[in-house]
């Protein structure tokens, strides 16, 4: 009971300093790192959310973001795309929401069908259909992608105001973040990990195990489509690169540093590639083989703890408390957005 | 209990191996973002009171290099160092740290006729041919490395982004590196961006004429990799070729990457006069042994016109007799021996040995070209470039003197220079001539307003040929 007080005082120390990070950092840290690790935690957070609470590792979440950021630039006055529209981006926005959370329903129809690695296989292939959709219909991605995209003008300058996006995207992250573990505790999401946990035996009880899996989709596609906006209101800009196969690669990357069973692992994940990717390269020995070290980094990460800088944190903070308490059962104190199953 | 403890100890170390990371990567940070807030007064000083901007000092040069050093052009990242650098010792008098190994850098870099010095930044911008990356990479130097000319990208859809972004820097000059799409000047116009080296439809130039006017072509069939860079390369051909009167009966894309041609070769007719073959890669050397497997090795001999790739030593060289006699347009010529591509190759085996037989490499000569004009600019200025609207006039008007000769940038701050319509043979390709003056515009053609080239466009539409057309008879 202290230990989950605990770890909500955390958490809101944790948003507070993210919330006043902007007073102290530069404009391009701000930019550049800060509000890129919270768009791409995000995107990482919908891949978790199947992960942690499905048991699925899906490799379409990027296409899904991709489908976002594509529908908002052919919706609103951009140089590229369809360039017949000239929607309000609010609008233009809340429809590519839509757009995507469809999409993110039909691929669940079919990939909920699946488990395992032809999961992992079913959804890579659609990452690829939707990114080499866009590289071949040019009428939608523009010639060299989608550019000079209006940003809401709330938003200020990206130049000039980088706080603005920045705090518009920690506090979705927030939401974001808050929801998927109130979802956890609805009978929707404990029968989701259930079916995660013991299928026959749901399908036995009564369950649609296709039907929750596919609305379980939906919803994460509701989060990679988040992010997917707030990618182009933040970049201004969208390509079909964007959601190549190298990207893709990264994003999981990205939740396995974190931890690919805790929600938070998502954010923490992305902080760490950002500045790795953005400091690596001044490294002398590192220089232009960046992707090089930060595959050493994934792989130490993966073989030294499994459950990524979460699992660290997690199995330190067991190991605290069993020094505090030598009789005490190493349980963990929340165990909400996290609940790791052995065997899982 | 041994054994756990062993497992904490290897979790403790990764967890400390990250922390000192982050706290690395921190401290660099911070030290960036103090040059940041500098540069940010700086660029509030310009903008602000008069006398703020009297006080200030005189805003230090610091230039930037953005390459690929990752994806499917990482192997020219050397070639593309090289460039650059060799414009720095020729034009700014500067020294090699090591001849073997361009990424060393240079020492000693100068504006030209003072003494003020060229910052080399050797954080290098490295990117892997995709928009965001090059786009993140650009942002980093002007935003955190404190950039201020910035020489890059490589590729077409990089160009398009970081044009797009110097918009939004108008205090940052940026000068291309050898990205090749038409909308990065055409269209864009970012009036800081500037492209000292030609486009790839510009690449095309002289061709359709050469079809039209020489072999007597009337009808066409294109085939091309699907994607932006042939598109662009077709449409050069096409809108030359049409003007003059020739027919596109067809336009064929493979997709890039494809194995087997034979459907593709099954569809070109019989009933027309040749075909513009832009397939790269090694998709070149598999349609050309395909093609000629169906048709005769000596079958493309009159009926093939190629893009940039056909005439790549490499391809020459594995294809040999079976493209013997094939024409196609280049930047570069490889086997001109006048004053100008001597003093070209020379200028780089002096600065690096190994890389003289790169010089016909269009990366290296890109961003020879694009560095050239930025020192040739700063001297102008006499290396003030507190005003960066009158350095950025001031390198519009630089004429820089590459190995195929004078080259000058138009209105949109595109190069105009010549191009090269070379015929392949077993010494490599040889020059059949020079189409001088090769303009953005193909006389017209291509404007801001009319569509990007993609599967279907340009159309084929007769009359107003390029200037160049009519002098390109037998």
């Given at each position: 009971?202290?230990?989950?007080?605990?770890?909500?005082?955390?958490?809101?120390?944790?948003?507070?300093?993210?919330?006043?990070?902007?007073?102290?950092?530069?404009?391009?840290?701000?930019?550049?790192?800060?509000?890129?690790?919270?768009?791409?935690g995000l995107a990482a957070a919908s891949l978790i959310f199947l992960a942690s609470l499905g048991g699925w590792v899906s490799l379409a979440q990027l296409g899904l973001y991709g489908v976002a950021g594509f529908t908002v630039g052919n919706l609103v006055q951009a140089d590229g795309g369809a360039k017949v529209f000239a929607m309000d981006i609010w609008l233009a926005s809340l429809l590519a929401l839509v757009v995507t959370v469809l999409v993110g329903l039909l691929i669940g129809v079919i990939a909920s069908r699946s488990e395992g690695i032809y999961f992992l296989?079913?959804?890579?292939?659609?990452?690829?259909?939707?990114?080499?959709?866009?590289?071949?219909?040019?009428?939608?991605?523009?010639?060299g992608g989608i550019n000079q995209i209006i940003q809401p003008a709330v938003l200020g300058s990206a130049q000039l105001d980088p706080e603005r996006i920045y705090w518009v995207c920690l506090a979705i992250c927030v939401l974001v973040y808050l929801g998927i573990r109130y979802f956890a505790h609805t009978p929707f999401g404990l029968a989701f990990q259930g079916i995660r946990d013991n299928t026959p035996r749901m399908r036995a009880l009564g369950y649609n195990v296709t039907l929750i899996r596919t609305v379980a989709f939906g919803i994460a596609a509701f989060i990679?489509?988040?992010?997917?906006?707030?990618?182009?209101?933040?970049?201004?800009?969208?390509?079909?690169?964007?959601?190549?196969?190298?990207?893709?690669?990264?994003?999981?990357?990205?939740?396995?540093?974190?931890?690919?069973?805790?929600?938070?692992?998502?954010?923490?994940?992305?902080?760490?590639?950002?500045?790795?990717?953005?400091?690596?390269?001044?490294?002398?020995?590192?220089?232009?083989?960046?992707?090089?070290?930060?595959?050493?980094?994934?792989?130490?990460?993966?073989?030294?703890?499994?459950?990524?800088?979460?699992?660290?944190?997690?199995?330190?903070?067991?190991?605290?408390?069993?020094?505090?308490?030598?009789?005490?059962?190493?349980?963990?104190?929340?165990?909400?957005?996290?609940?790791?199953?052995?065997?899982? | 209990?041994?054994?756990?403890?062993?497992?904490?100890?290897?979790?403790?170390?990764?967890?400390?191996?990250?922390?000192?990371?982050?706290?690395?990567?921190?401290?660099?940070?911070?030290?960036?973002?103090?040059?940041?807030?500098?540069?940010?007064?700086?660029?509030?000083?310009?903008?602000?009171?008069?006398?703020?901007?009297?006080?200030?000092?005189?805003?230090?040069?610091?230039?930037?290099?953005?390459?690929?050093?990752?994806?499917?052009?990482?192997?020219?990242?050397?070639?593309?160092?090289?460039?650059?650098?060799?414009?720095?010792?020729?034009?700014?008098?500067?020294?090699?740290?090591?001849?073997?190994?361009?990424?060393?850098?240079?020492?000693?870099?100068?504006?030209?006729?003072?003494?003020?010095?060229?910052?080399?930044?050797?954080?290098?911008?490295?990117?892997?041919?995709?928009?965001?990356?090059?786009?993140?990479?650009?942002?980093?130097?002007?935003?955190?490395?404190?950039?201020?000319?910035?020489?890059?990208?490589?590729?077409?859809?990089?160009?398009?982004?970081?044009?797009?972004?110097?918009?939004?820097?108008?205090?940052?000059?940026?000068?291309?590196?050898?990205?090749?799409?038409?909308?990065?000047?055409?269209?864009?116009?970012?009036?800081?961006?500037?492209?000292?080296?030609?486009?790839?439809?510009?690449?095309?130039?002289?061709?359709?004429?050469?079809?039209?006017?020489?072999?007597?072509?009337?009808?066409?069939?294109?085939?091309?990799?699907?994607?932006?860079?042939?598109?662009?390369?077709?449409?050069?051909?096409?809108?030359?070729?049409?003007?003059?009167?020739?027919?596109?009966?067809?336009?064929?894309?493979?997709?890039?990457?494809?194995?087997?041609?034979?459907?593709?070769?099954?569809?070109?007719?019989?009933?027309?006069?040749?075909?513009?073959?832009?397939?790269?890669?090694?998709?070149?050397?598999?349609?050309?042994?395909?093609?000629?497997?169906?048709?005769?090795?000596?079958?493309?001999?009159?009926?093939?016109?190629?893009?940039?790739?056909?005439?790549?030593?490499?391809?020459?060289?594995?294809?040999g007799s079976k493209v013997e006699g094939v024409v196609a347009g280049s930047a570069l010529p490889s086997d001109a021996t006048d004053a100008n591509w001597t003093t070209y190759v020379d200028a780089i085996t002096a600065a690096f040995p190994d890389q003289a037989g790169n010089a016909a490499n269009i990366f290296l000569a890109g961003y020879y070209n694009n560095t050239q004009a930025a020192i040739l600019g700063l001297g102008a200025v006499g290396g003030n470039i507190d005003d960066a609207a009158a350095f950025q006039s001031a390198i519009a008007g630089v004429e820089?003197?590459?190995?195929?000769?004078?080259?000058?940038?138009?209105?949109?701050?595109?190069?105009?220079?010549?191009?090269?319509?070379?015929?392949?043979?077993?010494?490599?390709?040889?020059?059949?001539?020079?189409?001088?003056?090769?303009?953005?515009?193909?006389?017209?053609?291509?404007?801001?307003?009319?569509?990007?080239?993609?599967?279907?466009?340009?159309?084929?539409?007769?009359?107003?040929?390029?200037?160049?057309?009519?002098?390109?008879?037998?």
């Amino acid at each position: 009971m202290i230990s989950a007080r605990l770890h909500w005082l955390i958490g809101i120390g944790i948003v507070i300093v993210a919330a006043v990070l902007p007073f102290v950092f530069s404009n391009f840290t701000t930019s550049q790192i800060l509000t890129r690790a919270l768009i791409l935690g995000l995107a990482a957070a919908s891949l978790i959310f199947l992960a942690s609470l499905g048991g699925w590792v899906s490799l379409a979440q990027l296409g899904l973001y991709g489908v976002a950021g594509f529908t908002v630039g052919n919706l609103v006055q951009a140089d590229g795309g369809a360039k017949v529209f000239a929607m309000d981006i609010w609008l233009a926005s809340l429809l590519a929401l839509v757009v995507t959370v469809l999409v993110g329903l039909l691929i669940g129809v079919i990939a909920s069908r699946s488990e395992g690695i032809y999961f992992l296989m079913i959804t890579l292939a659609f990452g690829v259909i939707i990114k080499l959709l866009f590289e071949k219909a040019t009428d939608l991605s523009g010639f060299g992608g989608i550019n000079q995209i209006i940003q809401p003008a709330v938003l200020g300058s990206a130049q000039l105001d980088p706080e603005r996006i920045y705090w518009v995207c920690l506090a979705i992250c927030v939401l974001v973040y808050l929801g998927i573990r109130y979802f956890a505790h609805t009978p929707f999401g404990l029968a989701f990990q259930g079916i995660r946990d013991n299928t026959p035996r749901m399908r036995a009880l009564g369950y649609n195990v296709t039907l929750i899996r596919t609305v379980a989709f939906g919803i994460a596609a509701f989060i990679a489509g988040l992010a997917g906006v707030l990618n182009v209101w933040w970049n201004t800009q969208i390509s079909p690169g964007t959601i190549d196969i190298g990207p893709v690669i990264f994003l999981l990357m990205i939740a396995i540093i974190g931890g690919l069973y805790r929600i938070e692992g998502a954010w923490v994940g992305a902080l760490i590639y950002v500045i790795l990717d953005n400091r690596l390269r001044s490294v002398d020995l590192v220089g232009e083989r960046v992707a090089t070290a930060l595959g050493i980094v994934f792989l130490l990460i993966v073989l030294l703890s499994p459950g990524g800088v979460m699992g660290i944190y997690k199995s330190l903070a067991s190991r605290w408390r069993r020094s505090r308490s030598e009789s005490g059962a190493a349980r963990d104190g929340d165990g909400t957005a996290a609940p790791t199953v052995a065997g899982d | 209990m041994n054994i756990r403890n062993k497992r904490w100890g290897w979790l403790s170390a990764t967890l400390l191996i990250i922390i000192i990371g982050i706290v690395a990567a921190a401290c660099g940070g911070s030290d960036s973002s103090s040059a940041d807030t500098a540069a940010a007064d700086t660029a509030a000083a310009d903008t602000a009171a008069v006398e703020t901007a009297a006080a200030a000092p005189e805003k230090k040069i610091v230039m930037g290099f953005l390459s690929n050093c990752e994806g499917p052009f990482g192997p020219f990242w050397d070639a593309t160092l090289a460039g650059y650098y060799t414009a720095l010792v020729q034009f700014a008098g500067a020294t090699p740290v090591d001849p073997a190994d361009p990424k060393a850098g240079v020492t000693g870099a100068m504006v030209p006729g003072t003494e003020i010095p060229i910052e080399i930044n050797t954080d290098y911008g490295c990117s892997d041919d995709k928009a965001d990356k090059a786009l993140s990479e650009a942002k980093r130097l002007v935003e955190q490395e404190g950039v201020n000319i910035l020489i890059g990208p490589l590729s077409g859809d990089e160009g398009i982004a970081v044009a797009n972004y110097a918009k939004t820097q108008p205090d940052v000059t940026f000068l291309n590196g050898i990205s090749g799409a038409q909308d990065t000047t055409l269209k864009v116009q970012a009036p800081n961006f500037f492209r000292f080296f030609t486009d790839g439809a510009q690449w095309t130039a002289g061709l359709g004429a050469y079809a039209y006017n020489v072999l007597g072509w009337r009808t066409a069939v294109t085939i091309g990799d699907d994607y932006s860079f042939p598109y662009t390369q077709t449409a050069g051909f096409v809108s030359e070729f049409c003007s003059l009167g020739g027919k596109v009966t067809d336009r064929i894309w493979p997709a890039l990457g494809e194995t087997d041609y034979s459907s593709y070769i099954a569809k070109l007719p019989n009933d027309v006069d040749g075909f513009f073959l832009d397939v790269g890669g090694t998709g070149t050397v598999q349609f050309v042994n395909q093609y000629t497997e169906v048709n005769g090795n000596d079958s493309l001999q009159g009926k093939v016109m190629g893009g940039a790739f056909i005439s790549n030593p490499a391809i020459i060289k594995e294809l040999g007799s079976k493209v013997e006699g094939v024409v196609a347009g280049s930047a570069l010529p490889s086997d001109a021996t006048d004053a100008n591509w001597t003093t070209y190759v020379d200028a780089i085996t002096a600065a690096f040995p190994d890389q003289a037989g790169n010089a016909a490499n269009i990366f290296l000569a890109g961003y020879y070209n694009n560095t050239q004009a930025a020192i040739l600019g700063l001297g102008a200025v006499g290396g003030n470039i507190d005003d960066a609207a009158a350095f950025q006039s001031a390198i519009a008007g630089v004429e820089i003197s590459t190995g195929v000769g004078p080259v000058t940038v138009d209105g949109n701050r595109n190069a105009v220079g010549a191009n090269y319509v070379v015929q392949v043979s077993d010494k490599g390709a040889t020059t059949l001539f020079t189409v001088p003056d090769v303009d953005q515009s193909f006389g017209g053609a291509f404007s801001a307003d009319t569509p990007n080239p993609d599967r279907d466009n340009p159309k084929c539409v007769a009359g107003n040929p390029p200037p160049w057309a009519a002098s390109i008879t037998k």
